[in-house]
C-alpha cells in the first residue's frame, strides 16, 4: 500500500501561483504513476495532471495545459503540481493519487486507474 499526504493548497488571487506537493510513504517502490484530480463543489472529480514514476511522460488535462506542471522527485517520493496564472474556476479540492503495479490496467486519466488516494488540499481562487 502507498499513502499520500497533500499540502501547499491555501488562498490565491487570479494571476497568481500556487505549487501543491504530495508525499507517498509505505510501499514507494510500487509507485507507477502519480496523479492530480481536482473536484469543484457539485462537479465531477476531474482529471489535472499525471506524471510515470519512472520514465519522462506526462499527461495534462484541457484545463491544466499550458499553465500547470507536473514534476516529482523520486529520491524524495514526492510529486509536485505547480500551478500558474490561476484563474476562479481552478479553485477546487485537489487530490493527489497513485497507481502502483498492483492497481488494475487502465487509462491514467481515469479516476478509477488509482488505487491510492490523499486526503486533498483545498484550494481557493478569489479576488
Known amino acids: 500500500q502507498v499513502q499520500l499526504v497533500e499540502s501547499g493548497g491555501g488562498l490565491a488571487q487570479p494571476g497568481d501561483s500556487l505549487r501543491l506537493s504530495c508525499a507517498a510513504s509505505?510501499?514507494?517502490?510500487?509507485?507507477?504513476?502519480m496523479g492530480w484530480f481536482r473536484q469543484a463543489p457539485g462537479k465531477e472529480r476531474e482529471f489535472v495532471a499525471a506524471?510515470?514514476?519512472?520514465?519522462?511522460?506526462?499527461y495534462y488535462g484541457d484545463s491544466a495545459k499550458g499553465r500547470f506542471t507536473i514534476s516529482r522527485d523520486n529520491a524524495k517520493n514526492t510529486g509536485y503540481l505547480q500551478m500558474n496564472r490561476l484563474k476562479p474556476e481552478d479553485a477546487a479540492v485537489y487530490y493527489c493519487?497513485?497507481?502502483?503495479?498492483?492497481?488494475?490496467?487502465?487509462?491514467?486519466?481515469?479516476?478509477?486507474?488509482?488505487?491510492?488516494w490523499g486526503q486533498g488540499t483545498q484550494v481557493t481562487v478569489s479576488s
Open positions: 493519487a497513485a497507481r502502483t503495479y498492483y492497481s488494475v490496467p487502465s487509462d491514467d486519466t481515469r479516476v478509477n486507474a488509482y488505487d491510492s
Open positions: 509505505g510501499h514507494t517502490l510500487m509507485l507507477r504513476v
Open positions: 506524471i510515470k514514476w519512472n520514465d519522462d511522460s506526462t
